[in-house]
């Protein structure tokens, strides 16, 4: 079966002209995706350190055992956060690789 390239120029043109209509287009305000993982990460970086800070901190008797527990209490849910939108990111992409082209 033969498509004649006009026809499938113009499938394509109406496609596009579909995506970018009205309310199709991508917020201009407000941070994107990228800033936002780019945040995220360096919150939880800190998170992770502020951790290990006051577990040195409380080894050598100058943090207070509930600040101590605390941080690490943090440092853990930030990690188990990090490992669940690793596991989201990585089944994404086995999931794009497998689709057809």
Request: no cysteine; proline share 6%.
């Amino acid at each position: 079966m033969a498509i004649p390239i006009p026809s499938a120029v113009a499938a394509y043109a109406n496609a596009a002209r579909q995506g970018s209509g009205p309310g199709m287009a991508a917020p201009t305000s407000g941070p994107s995706f990228g800033e936002l993982m780019k945040q995220a990460t360096v919150d939880a970086i800190d998170t992770m350190h502020q951790g290990e800070r006051m577990t040195a901190a409380g080894v050598i008797g100058k943090a207070d055992l509930t600040d101590v527990v605390n941080a690490v209490s943090n440092a853990e849910v930030t990690l188990q956060a990090v490992t669940a939108v690793r596991d989201k990111v990585v089944s994404a992409y086995q999931e794009i690789m497998r689709m057809p082209m």
